[in-house]
Nanobody
Framework: QVQLVESGGGLAQAGGSLRLSCSAS????????MGWYRQAPGKQRELVAT???????NYADSVKGRFTISRDNAKNTVDLQMNSLKPEDTAVYFC?????????????????WGQGTLVTVSS
C-alpha cells in the first residue's frame, strides 16, 4: 500500500500564513509528480499547485505570488507555503502524488490522494 499523510491545516486570519506538509510512505519505488488540490464547500476540487520530480512548478492563477510549493525527493515529501491568505482560500486541501509502487502493489503506477486537511481563513 501507499499512503499520503497531510498536516499543517488550521485557522488563519486574512493576510496570515500557513504551511501544509505531506509525506508519502509505503511500497514506493519512485514518486513522480506531486501536488496540492483544494475543495471549498459546494465547489469542485481544483488544482492549487503541482511540482515535478525535477522541480518544475505550476500554480493556479488564484494563488500565484502567494503560495509556494516545494518538495524533498529524498524524503518523499511536498510542502505548500501559503502567504497572504484570503477568505476565499478556505477549503479542504488534498495532497496528490503519482507513484511507481513496489512489490506490495505489484509495481503499479498509482495516483494517490491524502485524506485532506482543512484550512479556514477568517476575514
Amino acid at each position: 500500500q501507499v499512503q499520503l499523510v497531510e498536516s499543517g491545516g488550521g485557522l488563519a486570519q486574512a493576510g496570515g500564513s500557513l504551511r501544509l506538509s505531506c509525506s508519502a510512505s509505503g511500497s514506493i519505488i519512485r514518486v513522480n509528480g506531486m501536488g496540492w488540490y483544494r475543495q471549498a464547500p459546494g465547489k469542485q476540487r481544483e488544482l492549487v499547485a503541482t511540482i515535478t520530480s525535477g522541480g518544475t512548478t505550476n500554480y493556479a492563477d488564484s494563488v500565484k505570488g502567494r503560495f509556494t510549493i516545494s518538495r524533498d525527493n529524498a524524503k518523499n515529501t511536498v510542502d505548500l507555503q501559503m502567504n497572504s491568505l484570503k477568505p476565499e482560500d478556505t477549503a479542504v486541501y488534498f495532497c496528490n502524488a503519482e507513484v511507481l509502487g513496489g512489490l506490495a502493489v505489484r509495481y503499479s503506477h498509482l495516483e494517490v490522494w491524502g485524506q485532506g486537511t482543512l484550512v479556514t481563513v477568517s476575514s
